[in-house]
């Protein structure tokens, strides 16, 4: 990672901010959806995001959350076009609404920046009866991408503009369980660890990422899929109460002052994979600070890809 103010190879660094990446660029005309945008990085992603120009759909479990960023922003720049949508990501019935109604709206979608997510709660099971991680880190997002990607290929197809998906995963994927996934033990509470399945569902979406990289590459379409860290940044996902949490808390705000990025540091790499002129035509990498990066083997495991995409499509089908 490039610490410490060291640029990397893109000109960016650990330290610049989501408005420092995206200096100069705008993105009038162009439509996004972000998940997880009432709070953290993905509030400060709407709002530089809609700063460049961008229209910008907030896609939130928390609506009167939403509503609050949203007059913010506003306040802060008026011209600023942002709608608020409610999505909870650990619901399919929620995901395929939210599919349902922008599809109604006739919106066009350039933009695609899955971004929300818990960590490592205790145990739990979505509505759908999956650990609720794996559920909402990774299979929401699989389903949310499935639903809107026609949409996204129509736009691209008419605006002549490449359409650009990104993950938001983590250095975390590097916990995960050995074998990566744990494809027959998703729902095994007997061998549950938070931190681990926290990391299978960051594995599961740069897997994600690059599968789709992969699939959308072979299909022609002028769409790019990519995963980035964000970096270690202290927000509400910290939000679960507990002796882990307070400590992580404690030491975010004291001792890592100096590793621990704020939400505007944190907002800087997808807006810039999602964004920048540099990343044209840029597919299937990982990235954190802004530059391509490397993660573990597990996540270059195109076998593994191929089978959590079968996999997640087998869990994501409506019963007929």
Known sequence: MWIFGRKGPSGF??????????????????????TGA?????????????????????????MDAGRHVKEEVVRENPTAKIDVMELDLSSMASVRKFASDYGSSGLPLNLL????????????????????????????????????????????????????????????????????????KINDKSIYKGLSAYGQSKLAN?????????ILKAEGENITSNSVH?????????????????????????????????P?????????????????????????DCNKAKPNSLAKDKEMAKKLWDFSLSLTQQPK
């Open 113 to 184: 920046i899955n971004n929300a997510g818990v960590m490592a709660p205790p145990f739990t099971l979505s509505q759908d009866n999956i650990e609720l991680q794996f559920a909402t880190n990774h299979l929401g997002h699989f389903l949310l991408t499935s639903l809107l990607l026609e949409t996204m290929k129509k736009t691209s197809r008419e605006s002549n503009k490449e359409g650009r998906i990104v993950n938001v995963s983590s250095e975390a994927h590097r916990l995960t369980y050995a074998e990566g996934i744990r494809f027959d």
């Open 13 to 34: 660094s650990a330290h610049s901010t989501a408005e420092e990446v995206t200096q100069g660029i705008d993105g009038t005309g162009l439509t996004a959806i972000v």
């Open 206 to 214: 740069i897997l994600h990422a690059n599968e789709l990289a992969k």
């Open 38 to 62: 009432s709070s953290g990085i993905g509030a400060e992603t709407t709002r530089v995001l809609a700063l460049r120009g961008v229209h910008v759909n907030m896609a939130v479990r928390n």
């Open 264 to 288: 505007q540091q944190g907002a800087a790499t997808q807006c810039y994979v999602a964004l920048h002129p540099q990343l044209e035509g840029v597919t299937g990498e990982y990235f954190v």
């Open 230 to 262: 964000p970096g270690a940044v202290a927000t509400n996902i910290l939000r679960n109460p507990g002796l882990f949490y307070d400590i992580v808390r404690t030491l975010g705000k004291y001792v890592l002052k100096y590793l621990v990025k704020t």
